[in-house]
């Protein structure tokens, strides 16, 4: 069920929230028709602390091991991040977010080419790219473009913000008939939104990890996947 999901990691994240007490923080209004922008927060934003990865709306502990030895990379066992460093220069954070990217652009295509069958409408292109103010767009040639931070969102946010681009093919405005068709594939997506305003700032924070001596492996650690 869509609806409990998206409330299920609203719930651990607001708990998250309250490890830290942080000034209210506002966004910007919608100003493009086709461009899904955030209104005015009325929570505080969450701040992730510790070694942890936000992905599909959940947060996961990372653990870092130095491995001269082992080809760097990340492998994700469905609880634990696991990054393998050559040497204490390398970059983390930057190993993780590059994961994200190639998990982004690997499901949404395809998470966009099914909705866009259900709903009968059909696209040109679809890129997934680094956007910092936008989660999407739909162009009036018909290429929708999206953030590779939706891969951090709930499957069901996810799933609204192709919906919200997709009927934008039918209709280029946020019209009663426009938001007619979004619910009648969302029912949900007011609570989707909702999520997206009290959680905004997680999503477009970059990944912050660190690596300390104490998370190197005294024992056999799996390899890491290969990179693409």
């Known amino acids: 069920m869509s609806d409990t999901q998206t409330v299920i990691s609203d719930v651990k994240l607001f708990l998250e929230r309250l490890k830290k007490d942080l000034p209210e923080v506002f966004g910007k209004e919608e100003k493009l028709p086709t461009e899904i922008k955030l209104g005015k927060k009325e929570t ?3 701040t992730i602390s510790g070694n942890k990865v936000l992905f599909n709306g959940d947060l996961f502990e990372a653990r870092t091991y130095l491995t001269p030895d082992q080809e760097t990379g990340v492998t994700f066992d469905g609880t634990v991040f696991h990054i393998y460093l050559q040497n ?3 970059n983390p954070s930057a190993l993780v977010t590059e994961w994200l990217k190639n998990q982004a652009k690997e499901t949404l295509p395809e998470k966009t080419k099914q ?3 259900k709903i009968g409408v059909t696209f040109n ?3 997934v790219k680094d956007q910092q103010t936008v989660w999407g767009s739909c162009s009036s040639k018909k290429n929708l473009n999206f953030s590779y931070r939706l891969i951090k969102m709930p499957l069901a946010v996810q799933d609204y ?3 919200h681009e997709l009927c934008h093919l039918n209709h280029m405005n946020h019209s ?3 938001w007619a068709l979004v619910a009648q594939y969302c029912p949900d997506y007011k609570l989707h939104r909702r999520w997206l305003n009290e959680n905004k700032d997680a999503i477009f924070a970059d990944v ?3 690596h300390t001596e104490d998370s190197s492996p005294k024992e056999e650690v799996p390899p890491p996947a290969t990179q693409a």
């Open 125 to 127: 292109n679809v890129v």
């Open 176 to 178: 009663p008939e426009y």
């Open 115 to 117: 909705w866009a069958e």
């Open 44 to 46: 505080p934003s969450l």
């Open 208 to 210: 912050t990890l660190t």
């Open 161 to 163: 913000l192709i919906i």
């Open 88 to 90: 204490k220069e390398e």
